[in-house]
């Protein structure tokens, strides 16, 4: 079974910029979708962005769009989410999310219960 495991969280000033990465071990991401789901405290589950298998397609919530870069490396089984002009908004522990799918349906990349596998997390916080 893949292992995930999110790192790089941490605290930055509102504006600046944040990279956090998610290693897979256990078996081998570059057959599966990749994704960045986030929660705040209080709040439901939310997707940040999407990748698919060969990196050909990303998708972006409306929150995050034209801020935030997700991007893959199958060689090294990781995926990076690289998140400027951070706000306190985006204060949230990130997770990684893996689907073992190649095809592409926009609307199921949004819904969390479409991802098979998880990691425990990384705390992003923004401070104002």
């Known amino acids: 079974q893949v292992r995930l495991v999110e790192s790089g969280g941490g605290l930055v000033q509102a504006g600046g910029s944040l990279t956090v990465s998610c290693t897979a071990s256990?078996?081998?991401?570059?057959?599966?979708?990749m994704a960045w789901f986030r929660q705040a405290l209080g709040k439901e589950r939310e997707f940040v962005a999407a990748?698919?298998?060969?990196?050909?397609?990303?998708q972006y919530s409306e929150s995050v769009k034209g801020r935030f870069t997700i991007s893959r490396d199958n060689a090294k089984n990781t995926v990076a989410l690289q998140m400027n002009s951070l706000k306190p908004e985006d204060t949230a522990v990130y997770y990684c999310?893996?689907?073992?799918?190649?095809?592409?349906?926009?609307?199921?990349?949004?819904?969390?219960?479409?991802?098979?596998?998880w990691g425990q997390g990384t705390q992003v916080t923004v401070s104002s």
């Open positions: 256990g078996g081998s991401i570059s057959t599966s979708a």
């Open positions: 990748i698919t298998w060969n990196g050909g397609v990303t």
């Open positions: 999310a893996q689907r073992r799918v190649t095809t592409y349906y926009a609307r199921d990349y949004v819904r969390a219960e479409k991802y098979d596998f």
